[in-house]
C-alpha cells in the first residue's frame, strides 16, 4: 500500500497551479459564492476567494460585474507581498431599485 508524500515542492505547484487561471474561472467561484452566500440586510453579497489575484483580473472583473448590473463591486486584498497566500475579497452592492423589488417581494410572502 503505497500512499504519495507530499514534500515542500507543493507549494511552488499550487502557485503555477493558481497563475494558469483565467478570469473565466474567477467568475466561475464568484457566480457560484453569488447564488449561496449569505446575503446581508442591506442586500450585499460577499465573496471570498483565497488567493491575491493580480489586479489587472480584478479591475476587468469588476468592470463584468458593473456592467452587468451590480451599482458597485468593492474589493480587499489582504496579505502583503513578502506573503505566499493572500485573499481577495469582493463586496457586490446591488442597485437600489432591485433591492427595493426583492424587499417587497419578501414582505408579499410574509
Same mark, same amino acid.
Given at each position: 500500500?503505497?500512499? %504519495?508524500?507530499?514534500? %515542500? /515542492?507543493?507549494?511552488? /505547484? !499550487?502557485?503555477? *497551479?493558481?497563475? +494558469? $487561471?483565467?478570469? &473565466? *474561472?474567477?467568475?466561475?467561484?464568484? #457566480?457560484?459564492?453569488? $447564488? ?5 440586510? @442591506? ?6 476567494? !483565497?488567493? #491575491?489575484? =493580480?489586479?489587472?483580473?480584478? #479591475?476587468?472583473?469588476? @468592470? ?5 448590473? &451590480? /451599482? @458597485? ?11 505566499? *497566500?493572500? +485573499?481577495? /475579497?469582493?463586496?457586490?452592492? %446591488? %442597485?437600489? =431599485?432591485?433591492?427595493? $423589488?426583492? $424587499? !417587497? ?6
Amino acid at each position: 500500500m503505497n500512499k %504519495p508524500i507530499l514534500g %515542500p /515542492e507543493i507549494l511552488d /505547484e !499550487r502557485m503555477e *497551479y493558481m497563475s +494558469t $487561471k483565467s478570469m &473565466w *474561472y474567477f467568475v466561475d467561484t464568484i #457566480n457560484h459564492a453569488l $447564488k449561496t452566500n449569505s446575503v446581508s440586510s @442591506d442586500g450585499h453579497i460577499t465573496v471570498v476567494i !483565497r488567493y #491575491n489575484i =493580480d489586479s489587472e483580473i480584478i #479591475n476587468k472583473l469588476v @468592470d463584468l460585474y458593473i456592467t452587468n448590473g &451590480w /451599482e @458597485d463591486v468593492n474589493v480587499t486584498l489582504t496579505g502583503s507581498a513578502g506573503s505566499l *497566500y493572500g +485573499t481577495t /475579497e469582493f463586496e457586490f452592492i %446591488p %442597485p437600489a =431599485d432591485e433591492l427595493f $423589488k426583492v $424587499k !417587497r417581494k419578501i414582505i408579499k410572502l410574509m
